[in-house]
């Protein structure tokens, strides 16, 4: 399995950007694509989290509002529409993937299989 994650970018205050995670070799649809976002010197924290079978979403309480997460199965991609951007949004933002679904989706620990990073950068 191969993910492969693309977007980030320098914006503004209360501007917008849209990540996506291809992901690639899957093989069932019992899985949950995230994203995940790393601040220097600080851990890797839960964004937004999407079941692939029947799309059930799940949002950080820093994320609620203004993200929304999504997917296009037929790419094979997920999507993190962020929006209302704030300084500290800035991180790298990874996408990951977990087989099977897990109530614990918001724990970094029980993802196996990571895209490489996104850097996102919010100008104040």
């Known amino acids: 399995v191969q993910l492969q994650a693309s977007g980030g970018g320098l914006v503004q205050a209360g501007g917008s950007l849209r990540l996506s995670c291809a992901v690639s070799g899957r093989t069932s649809n019992d899985f949950t694509m995230s994203w995940f976002r790393q601040a220097p010197e600080k851990e890797r924290d839960f964004v937004a989290a999407i079941k692939w079978s029947g799309g059930a979403r799940f949002y950080a309480d820093s994320a609620k509002g203004r993200f929304t997460i999504s997917k296009d199965s037929a790419k094979n991609t997920v999507y993190l529409q962020m929006s209302g951007l704030k300084p500290e949004d800035t991180a790298v933002y990874y996408c990951?993937?977990?087989?099977?679904?897990?109530?614990?989706?918001?724990?970094?620990?029980?993802?196996?299989?990571w895209g490489q990073g996104t850097l996102v950068t919010v100008s104040s």
């Open positions: 990951a993937a977990r087989w099977p679904h897990t109530v614990r989706y918001y724990h970094a620990n029980e993802y196996g299989h």
